[in-house]
């Protein structure tokens, strides 16, 4: 008797499903890898960057520096406390003067001298150009008829007291017109003690001379104290407080006066016109 032997379970042929029917593409189920079967993410790839260039530093050449080891052990210094630093950090502070500041009548004197001063180089060179109250540009050509530029002289001398007269009336520009005035007044002084029958010695200065040397005086002084706050350079600091301005304008008025005298007088003061 010959038994036929068979497979429960028939080979499926390619293309269908073991019933025998054929497979359809769109409803096979998503093929899954063993992460998204184990609910995980798959890993992502990373690529390698390519390699930066390489930068080569120069070798350090430096010897090292030696170090010596030495047994030093660090003291703490404290402050020395005397009596002096106690009273000096005690110390109440000083209290503030309440009349620091104020000027008094300072400014107003230093406004009478302005007035009386430069009036005085306004009114008499207004009166020399003009020829007025006897006083005339021929007047003062006879009286540097000695000198050596006459001509230039008896314009120069009035219009830079009628200048300096003016500023400082006004208080304007005042260590420019300080110097005006020493420069007029200065050479005017000289001119005083030249024509002067006693030029070389001052006991017997006439009045003429002394006054030409007080005007000289106020001029220095008004550029050193500075026009004061009744002024039209109130707002300077050379009204209440000149420093270096003053002295330098003092130099400079000082020297234009004797380079002045130098030049177109030519004579000495002390020994006359004549001498």
Same mark, same amino acid.
């Given at each position: ?5 068979? =497979? ?7 293309? %269908? ?34 390699? #930066? ?11 090292? +520096?030696?170090?010596?080891?030495? =047994?030093?052990? $660090? ?17 109440? $502070?000083?209290?503030? @003067? ?10 107003? &004197? /230093?406004?009478?001298? %302005? ?40 314009? /120069? ?12 009336? /006004? ?20 001119? #005083? ?6 030029? &070389?010695?001052?006991?017997? *200065?006439? @009045? ?18 500075? $026009? ?7 707002? %300077?600091? *050379? ?14 008025? +000082? ?5 002045? *005298? ?6 000495? $003061? ?6």
């Amino acid at each position: 008797m010959v038994v036929a032997m068979t =497979d429960p379970k028939p080979t499926p042929k390619p293309g %269908r499903f073991s019933s025998g029917e054929p497979i359809n593409q769109g409803e096979l189920p998503p093929v899954s890898n063993g992460y998204s079967a184990a609910g995980r993410v798959e890993p992502q790839r990373i690529d390698p960057i390519a390699d #930066a260039p390489t930068t080569v530093f120069a070798a350090n050449t430096t010897p090292p +520096v030696a170090t010596v080891a030495t =047994d030093h052990t $660090p003291t703490t210094t404290m402050p020395v406390v005397t009596d002096a630093t106690v009273e000096s950090e005690t110390a109440l $502070p000083t209290a503030v @003067d309440p009349a620091a500041g104020k000027r008094g009548t300072m400014d107003f &004197g /230093l406004l009478l001298l %302005r007035l009386f001063f430069g009036g005085y180089l306004l009114l008499t060179a207004t009166l020399v150009l003009f020829g007025q109250g006897g006083r005339s540009l021929a007047g003062l050509r006879d009286s540097f008829s000695g000198y050596a530029q006459p001509e230039i002289l008896v314009l /120069l001398m009035p219009i830079l007291a009628l200048a300096a007269g003016l500023f400082l009336l /006004l208080g304007l520009l005042t260590p420019f017109a300080a110097a005006l005035g020493v420069i007029t007044t200065g050479f005017f002084a000289m001119h #005083a003690i030249a024509i002067s029958d006693h030029s &070389g010695n001052l006991l017997y *200065w006439e @009045d003429t001379v002394w006054l030409q040397l007080a005007l000289f005086a106020m001029a220095v002084a008004l550029q050193f104290t500075g $026009p004061g706050r009744v002024s039209a350079d109130f707002s %300077r600091g *050379w009204a209440k407080r000149p420093l270096a301005s003053s002295w330098l304008f003092f130099v400079i008025g +000082v020297a234009a006066a004797v380079a002045l *005298w130098w030049f177109t007088a030519g004579v000495n $003061p002390l020994q006359g016109i004549a001498g």
